[in-house]
């Protein structure tokens, strides 16, 4: 069965900093794409990050460019977003997926091309 479990969220102040944490298990974590979502009160799911699973090579939202950075570990299995110069519009709640790795030669940023989903975990930043 496969679990995704995020951690690392909570309440900062605009210009602050968060990392949150994607613990996978279940299925082969370095074949996979792994991307981090989000969504905010009364919007759509939106895409922030994805990273493949063979070279690491990662892929943003514009939104989020040169703010927040995405890595992983396939030896723990591990999944990061590091965000930086949080901004208000930045809170949402954040999910962590799972998608096949054909992902990253297509729609990477599309919620559907992911098979396997996390609870979710909120990040609010206060102004």
């Known amino acids: 069965q496969v679990q995704l479990v995020e951690s690392g969220g909570g309440l900062v102040q605009a210009g602050g900093s968060l990392r949150l944490s994607c613990a996978a298990s279940?299925?082969?974590?370095?074949?996979?794409?792994m991307g981090w979502f989000r969504r905010a009160p009364g919007n759509e799911r939106e895409f922030v990050a994805a990273?493949?699973?063979?070279?690491?090579?990662?892929y943003y939202a514009d939104s989020v460019k040169g703010r927040f950075t995405i890595s992983r570990d396939n030896v723990e299995n591990t999944v990061y977003l590091q965000m930086n110069s949080l901004k208000p519009e930045d809170t949402a709640v954040y999910y962590c997926?799972?998608?096949?790795?054909?992902?990253?030669?297509?729609?990477?940023?599309?919620?559907?091309?992911?098979?396997?989903w996390g609870q979710g975990t909120q990040v609010t930043v206060s102004s």
């Open positions: 997926a799972a998608g096949p790795s054909s992902v990253m030669f297509t729609h990477k940023d599309a919620s559907r091309n992911y098979d396997h």
């Open positions: 990273i493949s699973g063979s070279d690491g090579s990662p």
């Open positions: 279940g299925l082969t974590f370095s074949s996979r794409v």
